[in-house]
């Protein structure tokens, strides 16, 4: 698809940069639409998106690490378009990030101190991982200071506030009873300030691209749930735009790993898809760029439901979901419906006309006969 | 039938009267519905659904007319049977009743039938279920209309001037009037059976394991009351004299067997401990107690004018019909909730149009054949 | 009124026609290896893959009966069934205690709507021509469309009204689930617990699965549980673990109307799920054939009935002959 196929023929596009980053001017703008459609914007914003993203002034990116594995990262480092060089060098100034800083111990923690004290307001913040919080935080510590505190210093003079993954959406892996760090979500810990939280395990690289982008655009975050999820990536259940959906409704399920069915590319809630619990738009923008069409319920692996809190790392991946979509329920016949032709004015009527000419008759005829006590006989 | 048939003659007169024509009227409209059932299906003519299965074409057609056709076998228990020979001027007109009551009565079962086409079945040993009430009831019937049939052939013979044959027909008649007062014994008390099927679908007031006794006996009401009242309308109508000479005697049967179905019907309610409720069942209850309680005053008398007998009769065929629709319709739930029935105009029409028929087949018979007693007797 | 008061009733009516006994027909019994089905309506999600499953494994026409979606429904595109019909075997039904309700299994819960295959079933009782027939060995009860007249006796009869008549056609008939006795036969299962992903609706013995039901019911709520799949005792489909609802407690059909093969299990009372819960737990069969047996055992009363009779009507009809003679 062209860029002027999108509604930007009209524009004007000479400022932006022949060449950004790895990307072409066409390439680039293509990108940006790409992420319009992904937020649900018109194919306009797509020009405003890649006005904010060739900025001169590239907005300083603070990311964070507590309990995690770094998949959210690295996720990240897999999404090809834009490459994540083009990203970190052309669209924001990730300032600091301990993978992929290139300095190391009290340089690096330095460079963040420096750049959270210049560019104090305008920075956005990552956090990617749980917070441990017992013990007075002792499980996560950088610099000999808890993350909890790096978390807290480094949301003061935050603009916006990202948390990355379900561990720093919710505790993760981390905060799976008995939770034995007493790990928690970043909106645990920043009560009162606005969280965007991407969750996912790992989520999807562009969840947060777009959400980023959103925010250099409109200087402000995505429409969000309660639960801080933005409503463009996590509005609706998996199991609502699932291309296997057509075989739960007319219930051809896969039974077991490698059956007919599961070949025959059947329903997966048996196997214990959590998709119909589960909140993500994996169906819709697919996940990890393998190629095309691909996440994990089109490679024949039930969802493991990774986005949400009591499922992914509490419910065994076997077990059945509760299907959401349903609740409450619609779309299905009551326990008592009415049927059937009750009385009409016309039946009625010739109901009562009937009756009437009966009782009529047989009042006309008593008065006729006789009243004489029995007649004569005439014999 | 015996030697007292030779008094009966046909009263005459024209066939094509007004009242005759609106009648057929009446008839050619239900025939109309009822090719519209034929060809579209049930629904096209009538409002049952698989909530209300049966509507007023089995409760009036059937259940009723079948009971408006129980004077032929309670007039011959009472001169063949218990051989009161001053009631035969009435057995004939009472026979034809039932002639008419049941035939069409069969007739009206085979447009009610879903599957008309295979209800010879039910003759066909192999499928026969001798648990079912209503396989009783249909071989009941159905031999029962040959029965009538052939209780009035003789007035056919006469007719034609075949006496000999109808001599010949009368010597075995007894077995035929005996079979023909047993028949309606065993399948009206059955209609009662029957509903006892429906179980909790059938309201408390109804539901009783007395229905077999309270149909048999309702219905034997409802064949005395109908031979009062026909009499009587057909002398008014036909502008003959009364035999209010022969009715006042049997209004007294007509008494006791009143006073014996209202004890049974109000000992078995109190027993059970029901009582009826401020509802529409409740309402239709009480209406029908009443139709069956007035006629009980009035026949207590002990000389009755022929304007008493016919309201009594009148009354009673009323408080029977009420009855039974009762039972059928009015106490009769879904069971599942949500279902609505009410006849719809063209189900009423064809009710309408069959007893206009049966009306219609009265006028040519007691004209055409010997079947009322003949005045000059 | 229970069978002891029945049995008095029926000696008392039988009394009046000056008969002995009364000939009580005692209630049936399960056969030895009668199939049945649990359908606890706590597993169940409302896929309605069941109801897919019933239409294409019995060769249905698709129901357009929602009045409110018929307008747009003209070509029959979708399948609407209100309730089981003369089209539509079985259907998921809902419950809701009010429109927003969203506590499944307290103020919103499924039922699956089909014939129960009764132990002592009314509709075989009332049948005139044998249609209905009560499967000896299985214990499935199966309509067969060259016996029926089309009385709708047996509508009328169902305490549970499962059997539906087509009005709608010149040639109808009746329909009801046959508990998909064809595919039995190959050896599989019923397509509805077939298709069934949670194991809601559980095929095998009818015994066994009361007793399965049983063992749901002595579970504490919250208790973890493994919740078979497809038949029961057999491994071939997977099963899957649960952890156990609040249920109420009581196996429905256990009793009902003299006992049903196709049993439920519910977290909401089963009145709510439209079953009925005035149902004595014998059949209405055994009040209806009681009457008939007493009154008619071996025709013996009809007949001295009919011989009494006979007799009077002959001798008065002689009688009179010889007055006429005389």
Redesign the interface.
């Given at each position: 698809m062209h860029a002027t196929h999108c509604g930007l023929d009209s524009l004007d596009v000479s400022h932006i940069p022949e060449q950004i980053g790895g990307l072409s001017r066409r390439d680039f703008l293509k990108f940006c639409t790409g992420i319009a459609a992904t937020l649900g914007l018109s194919s306009t914003s797509a020009l405003q998106i890649a006005e904010a993203a060739t900025n001169e002034q590239r907005p300083p990116v603070i990311w964070l690490h507590g309990q995690e594995c770094t998949g959210c990262s690295e996720s990240l480092l897999r999404a090809n378009h834009p490459t994540l060089e083009s990203l970190i060098l052309d669209i924001i100034s990730l300032d600091y990030h301990e993978t992929l800083s290139v300095a190391a111990g009290h340089q690096v923690e330095a460079v963040k101190k420096e750049s959270m004290e210049k560019n104090k307001g305008k920075y956005v913040l990552v956090v990617e991982g749980a917070i441990p919080m017992k013990d007075g935080g002792v499980y996560c510590k950088i610099g000999n200071k808890t993350i909890h505190d790096h978390v807290v210093e480094a949301a003061e003079g935050a603009a916006a506030i990202i948390a990355m993954g379900s561990c720093a959406s919710w505790g993760g892996v981390q905060s799976t009873p008995p939770n034995p760090t007493g790990s928690v979500g970043v909106p645990e810990v920043l009560k009162g300030k606005t969280v965007v939280t991407i969750p996912g395990c790992p989520p999807n690289p562009y969840n947060i691209l777009a959400t980023v982008l959103h925010l250099l655009t409109f200087k402000r975050p995505p429409e969000l749930d309660e639960l801080g999820r933005p409503k463009f990536a996590y509005g609706r259940l998996i199991h609502e735009n699932c291309e296997r959906r057509p075989h739960?409704?007319?219930?051809?399920?896969a039974?077991?790993f490698g059956d007919a069915g599961h070949r025959a590319g059947y329903?997966l809630?048996?196997l214990?898809c959590k998709g119909?619990e589960t909140y993500a738009n994996c169906p819709v923008a697919r996940f990890g760029d393998v190629g095309s069409a691909s996440w994990p319920v089109a490679t024949g692996h039930p969802c493991i439901g990774c986005t949400e809190k009591h499922i992914v790392f509490e419910k065994?991946i076997?077990?059945?979901a509760?299907?959401k979509s349903?609740?409450?329920?619609t779309a299905?016949?009551?326990?008592?419906?009415?049927?059937?032709?009750?009385?009409?004015p016309?039946?009625?009527g010739?109901?009562g006309l009937?009756a009437g000419a009966?009782?009529g008759a047989?009042a006309m005829?008593?008065a006729?006969?006789?009243?004489?006590?029995?007649?004569k006989?005439?014999? | 039938m015996s030697a007292h048939a030779d008094h009966a003659a046909p009263v005459g007169g024209r066939i094509l009267t007004v009242p005759f024509l609106i009648l057929g009227m009446f008839a050619l409209i239900a025939a109309y519905f009822l090719i519209l059932r034929f060809i579209f299906g049930l629904e096209a003519a009538a409002n049952i659904n698989n909530g209300y299965p049966w509507g007023i074409w089995v409760t009036m057609d059937v259940v009723v007319g079948t009971a408006f056709g129980c004077g032929g076998f309670v007039m011959a228990f009472l001169v063949y049977i218990l051989n009161k020979g001053k009631y035969h001027p009435l057995i004939r007109p009472a026979v034809m009743a039932g002639l008419f009551g049941y035939t069409l009565g069969g007739m009206a079962v085979f447009f009610d039938l879903g599957r008309y086409w295979q209800m010879y079945n039910v003759f066909l040993p192999w499928y026969m279920h001798f648990n079912s009430v209503m396989l009783e009831v249909a071989l009941c019937v159905a031999t029962y209309v040959v029965v009538l049939w052939i209780e009035f052939t003789p007035v056919f013979l006469e007719k034609i001037g075949f006496n000999n044959l109808k001599q010949k027909l009368e010597k075995v008649l007894f077995f035929f009037i005996g079979l023909g007062v047993l028949l309606p014994v065993m399948h009206q008390s059955s209609l009662g059976t029957m509903m006892l099927g429906a179980g909790y679908k059938l309201h408390p007031l109804w539901n009783t394991v007395l229905l077999p006794l309270l149909f048999l006996s309702s219905a034997i009401i409802m064949g005395y009351s109908i031979v009062i009242f026909e009499s009587i309308f057909a002398a008014a109508g036909l502008k003959r004299p009364q035999e209010t000479h022969i009715l006042a005697p049997l209004s007294n049967i007509l008494w006791w067997l009143l006073l014996f179905f209202l004890a049974v019907r109000i000992v078995d309610l109190l027993w059970r401990g029901v009582l009826p409720n401020l509802d529409w069942q409740g309402f239709w209850f009480l209406v029908e107690l009443a139709l069956f309680v007035i006629p009980l005053a009035f026949l207590s008398k002990n000389h009755q004018t022929a304007r008493v007998l016919f309201l009594s009769g009148f009354c009673l065929l009323l408080a029977g019909t009420l009855y039974r629709i009762n039972v059928y319709l009015i106490g009769f739930t879904a069971g599942t909730s949500g279902w609505n029935y009410f006849p719809s105009v063209p189900e009423i029409l064809v009710t309408i149009g069959v007893f206009s028929f049966e009306i219609m087949l009265y006028l040519i018979f007691v004209k055409k054949l010997p079947v009322l007693a003949s005045p000059q007797h | 009124m229970n069978r002891r008061d029945f049995l008095k009733t029926a000696i008392a009516s039988a009394g009046t026609v000056a008969l002995p006994t009364a000939q009580a027909r005692d209630p049936k019994q399960m056969p030895e290896k009668a199939v049945g089905m649990l359908y606890d309506s706590t597993l169940c999600i409302g896929c309605k893959a069941c109801v897919a499953a019933c239409k294409s494994a019995n060769n249905m026409p698709p129901a357009n009966d929602a009045p409110d979606l018929k307008k747009w429904n003209n070509a029959n595109t979708w399948d609407t069934p209100l309730d089981i019909s003369g089209y539509t075997l079985n259907v998921i039904k809902v419950y809701k205690e009010h429109d927003n309700a969203s506590n499944k299994d307290q103020d919103y819960a499924f039922m699956k709507r089909h014939c129960l295959h009764c132990v002592d079933p009314s509709c075989v009782s009332v049948c005139p021509v044998s249609a209905m027939r009560k499967d000896t060995t299985t214990g499935v009860v199966t309509y067969n469309p060259d016996a029926c007249i089309g009385c709708r006796y047996c509508v009328l009869g169902c305490p549970f009204s499962v059997p539906q008549f087509q009005y709608d056609t010149p040639f109808p008939r009746i329909q009801k689930c046959q508990f998909c006795e064809h595919l039995q036969k190959q050896g599989k299962l019923p397509a509805c617990v077939d298709v069934c992903p949670t194991g809601a609706s559980l095929f095998g013995d009818a015994k066994q699965l009361l007793e399965e039901a049983k063992r749901r019911l002595a579970k504490k709520s919250g208790e973890t549980y493994v919740f078979p799949r497809g038949k029961l005792g057999s491994e071939e489909r997977p099963p899957h673990e649960a952890q156990v609802p609040q249920y109420q407690q009581h196996v429905y059909g256990e009793k009902e109307a003299g006992g049903t093969q196709v049993i439920y299990l519910s977290g909401v009372p089963f009145q709510k799920l439209g079953l009925p819960t005035n149902l004595p737990d014998y059949s209405y069969a055994v009040v209806t054939e009681s009457i008939q047996h007493t009154l008619y055992k071996g025709m013996i009363a009809p007949l001295a009935l009919l011989g009494g009779l006979v007799y009077f009507a002959k001798r008065n009809a002689d009688k009179h002959d010889e007055e006429d003679k005389s």
């Amino acid at each position: 698809m062209h860029a002027t196929h999108c509604g930007l023929d009209s524009l004007d596009v000479s400022h932006i940069p022949e060449q950004i980053g790895g990307l072409s001017r066409r390439d680039f703008l293509k990108f940006c639409t790409g992420i319009a459609a992904t937020l649900g914007l018109s194919s306009t914003s797509a020009l405003q998106i890649a006005e904010a993203a060739t900025n001169e002034q590239r907005p300083p990116v603070i990311w964070l690490h507590g309990q995690e594995c770094t998949g959210c990262s690295e996720s990240l480092l897999r999404a090809n378009h834009p490459t994540l060089e083009s990203l970190i060098l052309d669209i924001i100034s990730l300032d600091y990030h301990e993978t992929l800083s290139v300095a190391a111990g009290h340089q690096v923690e330095a460079v963040k101190k420096e750049s959270m004290e210049k560019n104090k307001g305008k920075y956005v913040l990552v956090v990617e991982g749980a917070i441990p919080m017992k013990d007075g935080g002792v499980y996560c510590k950088i610099g000999n200071k808890t993350i909890h505190d790096h978390v807290v210093e480094a949301a003061e003079g935050a603009a916006a506030i990202i948390a990355m993954g379900s561990c720093a959406s919710w505790g993760g892996v981390q905060s799976t009873p008995p939770n034995p760090t007493g790990s928690v979500g970043v909106p645990e810990v920043l009560k009162g300030k606005t969280v965007v939280t991407i969750p996912g395990c790992p989520p999807n690289p562009y969840n947060i691209l777009a959400t980023v982008l959103h925010l250099l655009t409109f200087k402000r975050p995505p429409e969000l749930d309660e639960l801080g999820r933005p409503k463009f990536a996590y509005g609706r259940l998996i199991h609502e735009n699932c291309e296997r959906r057509p075989h739960f409704d007319a219930g051809r399920f896969a039974i077991e790993f490698g059956d007919a069915g599961h070949r025959a590319g059947y329903c997966l809630y048996k196997l214990g898809c959590k998709g119909p619990e589960t909140y993500a738009n994996c169906p819709v923008a697919r996940f990890g760029d393998v190629g095309s069409a691909s996440w994990p319920v089109a490679t024949g692996h039930p969802c493991i439901g990774c986005t949400e809190k009591h499922i992914v790392f509490e419910k065994p991946i076997h077990a059945l979901a509760k299907v959401k979509s349903l609740e409450p329920p619609t779309a299905y016949p009551r326990i008592a419906e009415e049927r059937g032709n009750g009385i009409s004015p016309a039946a009625a009527g010739l109901v009562g006309l009937a009756a009437g000419a009966v009782i009529g008759a047989g009042a006309m005829v008593a008065a006729k006969v006789g009243d004489q006590p029995e007649e004569k006989s005439k014999e | 039938m015996s030697a007292h048939a030779d008094h009966a003659a046909p009263v005459g007169g024209r066939i094509l009267t007004v009242p005759f024509l609106i009648l057929g009227m009446f008839a050619l409209i239900a025939a109309y519905f009822l090719i519209l059932r034929f060809i579209f299906g049930l629904e096209a003519a009538a409002n049952i659904n698989n909530g209300y299965p049966w509507g007023i074409w089995v409760t009036m057609d059937v259940v009723v007319g079948t009971a408006f056709g129980c004077g032929g076998f309670v007039m011959a228990f009472l001169v063949y049977i218990l051989n009161k020979g001053k009631y035969h001027p009435l057995i004939r007109p009472a026979v034809m009743a039932g002639l008419f009551g049941y035939t069409l009565g069969g007739m009206a079962v085979f447009f009610d039938l879903g599957r008309y086409w295979q209800m010879y079945n039910v003759f066909l040993p192999w499928y026969m279920h001798f648990n079912s009430v209503m396989l009783e009831v249909a071989l009941c019937v159905a031999t029962y209309v040959v029965v009538l049939w052939i209780e009035f052939t003789p007035v056919f013979l006469e007719k034609i001037g075949f006496n000999n044959l109808k001599q010949k027909l009368e010597k075995v008649l007894f077995f035929f009037i005996g079979l023909g007062v047993l028949l309606p014994v065993m399948h009206q008390s059955s209609l009662g059976t029957m509903m006892l099927g429906a179980g909790y679908k059938l309201h408390p007031l109804w539901n009783t394991v007395l229905l077999p006794l309270l149909f048999l006996s309702s219905a034997i009401i409802m064949g005395y009351s109908i031979v009062i009242f026909e009499s009587i309308f057909a002398a008014a109508g036909l502008k003959r004299p009364q035999e209010t000479h022969i009715l006042a005697p049997l209004s007294n049967i007509l008494w006791w067997l009143l006073l014996f179905f209202l004890a049974v019907r109000i000992v078995d309610l109190l027993w059970r401990g029901v009582l009826p409720n401020l509802d529409w069942q409740g309402f239709w209850f009480l209406v029908e107690l009443a139709l069956f309680v007035i006629p009980l005053a009035f026949l207590s008398k002990n000389h009755q004018t022929a304007r008493v007998l016919f309201l009594s009769g009148f009354c009673l065929l009323l408080a029977g019909t009420l009855y039974r629709i009762n039972v059928y319709l009015i106490g009769f739930t879904a069971g599942t909730s949500g279902w609505n029935y009410f006849p719809s105009v063209p189900e009423i029409l064809v009710t309408i149009g069959v007893f206009s028929f049966e009306i219609m087949l009265y006028l040519i018979f007691v004209k055409k054949l010997p079947v009322l007693a003949s005045p000059q007797h | 009124m229970n069978r002891r008061d029945f049995l008095k009733t029926a000696i008392a009516s039988a009394g009046t026609v000056a008969l002995p006994t009364a000939q009580a027909r005692d209630p049936k019994q399960m056969p030895e290896k009668a199939v049945g089905m649990l359908y606890d309506s706590t597993l169940c999600i409302g896929c309605k893959a069941c109801v897919a499953a019933c239409k294409s494994a019995n060769n249905m026409p698709p129901a357009n009966d929602a009045p409110d979606l018929k307008k747009w429904n003209n070509a029959n595109t979708w399948d609407t069934p209100l309730d089981i019909s003369g089209y539509t075997l079985n259907v998921i039904k809902v419950y809701k205690e009010h429109d927003n309700a969203s506590n499944k299994d307290q103020d919103y819960a499924f039922m699956k709507r089909h014939c129960l295959h009764c132990v002592d079933p009314s509709c075989v009782s009332v049948c005139p021509v044998s249609a209905m027939r009560k499967d000896t060995t299985t214990g499935v009860v199966t309509y067969n469309p060259d016996a029926c007249i089309g009385c709708r006796y047996c509508v009328l009869g169902c305490p549970f009204s499962v059997p539906q008549f087509q009005y709608d056609t010149p040639f109808p008939r009746i329909q009801k689930c046959q508990f998909c006795e064809h595919l039995q036969k190959q050896g599989k299962l019923p397509a509805c617990v077939d298709v069934c992903p949670t194991g809601a609706s559980l095929f095998g013995d009818a015994k066994q699965l009361l007793e399965e039901a049983k063992r749901r019911l002595a579970k504490k709520s919250g208790e973890t549980y493994v919740f078979p799949r497809g038949k029961l005792g057999s491994e071939e489909r997977p099963p899957h673990e649960a952890q156990v609802p609040q249920y109420q407690q009581h196996v429905y059909g256990e009793k009902e109307a003299g006992g049903t093969q196709v049993i439920y299990l519910s977290g909401v009372p089963f009145q709510k799920l439209g079953l009925p819960t005035n149902l004595p737990d014998y059949s209405y069969a055994v009040v209806t054939e009681s009457i008939q047996h007493t009154l008619y055992k071996g025709m013996i009363a009809p007949l001295a009935l009919l011989g009494g009779l006979v007799y009077f009507a002959k001798r008065n009809a002689d009688k009179h002959d010889e007055e006429d003679k005389s």
